[in-house]
């Protein structure tokens, strides 16, 4: 009977620390998420700034070489300025798109930490309870023999105040 409470109560030990790992296991899945994601967005965000580089570059070389083509100039400075609108859109979209999974990811961590710490406060309560029925014994043994003591020094003062009197 003793074997099965202490395995019981190891089990509820394991389970609390299995759901507190599980915890910090999700932790670091959103935090290493939240950081492919910066990574994403910088990334897209430096790649559209050296684009943008290259096409002012070329604009402006263009312009250098032949400043008589007006028309020419004006047809590559609107394609340029449509093409860094494009690149704008595109980099608000997956911004966009990045904070929508980014909030999808809260919640879901949120609910894994939630129902983690739940486990972990149910298998505390449980290891407690059984800690605390393994010791009743103990404790209650050690309770009745302090009891009996007290009632045999009591007898024994009760009856030398009567050998006395």
């Given at each position: 009977?003793?074997?099965?409470?202490?395995?019981?109560?190891?089990?509820?030990?394991?389970?609390?620390?299995?759901?507190?790992?599980?915890?910090?296991?999700?932790?670091?899945?959103?935090?290493?998420?939240?950081?492919?994601?910066?990574?994403?967005?910088s990334r897209k965000l430096i790649d559209?700034?050296?684009?943008?580089?290259?096409?002012?570059?070329?604009?402006?070389r263009k312009f250098a070489s032949s400043?008589?083509?007006?028309?020419?100039?004006?047809?590559?400075?609107?394609?340029?300025?449509?093409?860094?609108?494009?690149?704008?859109?595109?980099?608000?979209?997956?911004?966009?798109?990045?904070?929508?999974?980014?909030?999808?990811?809260?919640?879901?961590?949120?609910?894994?930490?939630?129902?983690?710490?739940?486990?972990?406060?149910?298998?505390?309560?449980?290891?407690?309870?059984?800690?605390?029925?393994?010791?009743?014994?103990?404790?209650?043994?050690?309770?009745?023999?302090?009891?009996?003591?007290?009632?045999?020094?009591?007898?024994?003062?009760?009856k030398a105040v009567e050998d006395n009197?």
């Amino acid at each position: 009977m003793a074997r099965t409470t202490t395995t019981g109560s190891q089990e509820s030990v394991d389970k609390f620390f299995d759901a507190v790992n599980e915890v910090y296991d999700t932790l670091l899945d959103a935090v290493k998420s939240s950081n492919d994601r910066g990574y994403r967005v910088s990334r897209k965000l430096i790649d559209e700034v050296e684009r943008g580089q290259r096409e002012a570059i070329d604009l402006t070389r263009k312009f250098a070489s032949s400043p008589r083509d007006i028309s020419g100039f004006y047809s590559g400075a609107v394609r340029s300025v449509t093409d860094a609108q494009g690149r704008a859109l595109e980099l608000t979209r997956q911004f966009l798109d990045e904070v929508t999974d980014s909030g999808r990811e809260a919640r879901d961590t949120l609910k894994k930490v939630i129902e983690a710490n739940r486990d972990a406060g149910q298998a505390a309560i449980s290891a407690t309870r059984d800690a605390v029925q393994r010791t009743a014994p103990a404790v209650e043994q050690a309770v009745n023999g302090v009891r009996a003591r007290a009632a045999g020094t009591a007898r024994k003062a009760a009856k030398a105040v009567e050998d006395n009197a």
